[in-house]
C-alpha cells in the first residue's frame, strides 16, 4: 500500500458513502457493532455534522470520521454550544500506523476552529485512550459501555 494520502472534508453521496463503507469495515465486521445502532441521524451530511475522509492517492477510502456541533452535539458535550463532539472516527486495517487517524483528527479540529468551537470532546474506546491522549485530549468521568465496549469521554481544548 502507499503511504501517500489526503484527508479533505466528504462532500455530496459519493463521499458519504465511502465514509459509511471505511465504518462498515471497521465497526460492522472487525469490531461486530450492530449496524443498526452504527449508523444515525447524524449521518446525512449537512447541519450539525461535518464528515471528513481520508483516501489514498488513488481514491481508495482510507479512514472517516465525523464532527457534530451545535444541537447535534449537545448530548454528548454537556449542552455547551462552544465544544463540539468528535466521533466515529476509523481508519481501515491496512492504513494503521500511516498517519492517517493523526491526520483525520487534525481535520476535525481545524473544521471545529472554522466553526468557532473552544474545544472538542469525544467518546474513546478505552484501548485508544493512548492514541488521543498523545494528542492533547483528556479522558474524564467513569468508562462506560457503547455497543459493548469500554470508553471513556475525553476532551481537548482548541
Same mark, same amino acid.
Given at each position: 500500500?502507499?503511504?501517500?494520502?489526503?484527508?479533505?472534508?466528504?462532500?455530496?453521496?459519493?463521499?458519504?458513502?465511502?465514509?459509511?463503507?471505511?465504518?462498515?469495515?471497521?465497526?460492522?465486521?472487525?469490531?461486530?457493532?450492530?449496524?443498526?445502532?452504527?449508523?444515525?441521524?447524524?449521518?446525512?451530511?449537512?447541519?450539525?455534522?461535518?464528515?471528513?475522509?481520508? *483516501?489514498?492517492? $488513488?481514491?481508495?477510502?482510507?479512514?472517516? !470520521? /465525523? +464532527?457534530?456541533?451545535? %444541537? =447535534? &452535539?449537545?448530548?454528548? *458535550?454537556?449542552? $455547551?454550544?462552544?465544544?463540539?463532539?468528535? !466521533? /466515529? +472516527?476509523?481508519?481501515? %486495517? =491496512? &492504513?494503521?500506523?500511516?498517519?492517517?487517524?493523526?491526520?483525520?483528527?487534525?481535520?476535525?479540529?481545524?473544521?471545529?476552529?472554522?466553526?468557532?468551537?473552544?474545544?472538542?470532546?469525544?467518546?474513546?474506546?478505552?484501548?485508544?485512550?493512548?492514541?488521543?491522549?498523545?494528542?492533547?485530549?483528556?479522558?474524564?468521568?467513569?468508562?462506560?459501555?457503547?455497543?459493548?465496549?469500554?470508553?471513556?469521554?475525553?476532551?481537548?481544548?482548541?
Amino acid at each position: 500500500m502507499t503511504t501517500g494520502f489526503r484527508v479533505r472534508v466528504a462532500d455530496g453521496p459519493a463521499d458519504r458513502e465511502a465514509c459509511f463503507a471505511v465504518r462498515k469495515d471497521v465497526f460492522v465486521v472487525e469490531q461486530r457493532v450492530p449496524a443498526d445502532i452504527e449508523y444515525d441521524s447524524f449521518d446525512e451530511i449537512g447541519t450539525g455534522t461535518v464528515h471528513v475522509l481520508a *483516501t489514498a492517492d $488513488d481514491g481508495t477510502p482510507l479512514g472517516t !470520521g /465525523r +464532527l457534530l456541533h451545535g %444541537p =447535534a &452535539a449537545a448530548d454528548r *458535550t454537556g449542552g $455547551d454550544p462552544s465544544v463540539g463532539s468528535l !466521533g /466515529r +472516527l476509523a481508519v481501515t %486495517p =491496512a &492504513a494503521r500506523g500511516l498517519g492517517v487517524g493523526v491526520a483525520l483528527v487534525h481535520a476535525i479540529e481545524d473544521a471545529a476552529r472554522e466553526l468557532g468551537l473552544m474545544a472538542v470532546d469525544l467518546h474513546s474506546q478505552t484501548h485508544a485512550l493512548g492514541f488521543y491522549e498523545r494528542l492533547g485530549y483528556v479522558a474524564y468521568g467513569e468508562e462506560f459501555w457503547d455497543a459493548g465496549i469500554g470508553h471513556r469521554a475525553m476532551r481537548r481544548p482548541l
